[in-house]
């Protein structure tokens, strides 16, 4: 992590060292150097927040998720963003509820979502659904992209792998894989060059303290369509 925290730091110093050390530098030279160490700050700063996140979320307490409404949730939040590049953000049957740590599933669901919105193309669609049999609840997640190569499937879980143009910290899907490790279950991925990817999320319901709440066995199911 400190070569990943070093690597922003010093573009952005790098980039200003320049332009300071320019004595013909103009308000356009200022101004570049500028938006490039914004850009590298911003970059630090979803990173340093992806790993607090995952520090921090042990020792979290479960609770009853209802899948349409956590599904809900998420979709809203990333919908102005999916507008933004074009992509259709599709909500199909969300069923099922399960004993769990809302916000860690909460944000391996939105890394997930996210993921798909920005390795999709403009007219594509990002589908979320899911289901809940045996204790265990799956939300899948499908997109539109390019595909993902076999080989590198296991890759992508990595911390720091950085695919395509290079957004985001190179954690979401490394804390996608430990935050569901971390809760017993496991995420999946199916994919093949130039035919989109699928991700699916497993999350079996977390062990009770006494006196904790069951889980309801009713389920609602919520269909609903997004920008």
């Known amino acids: 992590a400190s070569h ?7 573009t952005a110093q790098t980039n200003l060292d320049v332009v300071l050390s320019d004595p013909t530098a103009s ?8 938006a490039v160490a914004r850009e590298q700050m911003r970059r630090m700063g ?19 998720i209802v899948a349409s409404d956590l599904v809900g949730e998420v979709v809203a939040e990333l919908a102005p963003r999916a507008e933004a590049r074009e992509v259709a953000l599709v909500t ?3 069923e099922g509820v399960v004993y769990a740590h809302r916000e860690d599933v909460r944000r ?26 045996e204790g265990v609840l799956e939300i899948s997640v499908e997109d539109d992209g390019p595909g993902i190569d076999p080989a590198q499937q296991e890759e992508i879980f990595r911390r720091f792998h950085r695919a395509g143009h290079g957004e985001g910290s190179g954690l979401g899907l490394a804390i996608v894989k430990e935050l569901m490790e971390r809760m017993g279950g496991s995420v999946g991925v199916s994919s093949a060059n130039g ?12 062990p009770r303290a006494p006196g ?6 009713a389920s609602g199911t919520r269909d609903q369509r997004g920008g």
């Open 27 to 34: 308000t356009s030279d200022y101004r570049s150097a500028a």
């Open 4 to 10: 990943e925290l070093r690597t922003p730091l010093a």
């Open 212 to 217: 904790a709440p069951q889980v309801p066995g």
């Open 46 to 64: 979803r990173l340093v927040s992806d790993l607090l996140f995952v520090e921090r979320g042990r020792g979290r307490q479960a609770e009853t």
């Open 108 to 133: 391996a669901l939105t890394n997930l979502i996210e993921n798909a919105i920005v390795h999709n193309r403009s007219g594509g669609s990002v589908r979320v659904a899911s289901t809940s049999a």
């Open 92 to 94: 199909l049957g969300t």
């Open 195 to 206: 035919a989109g990817a699928r991700f699916v999320l497993h999350i079996p319901d977390a």
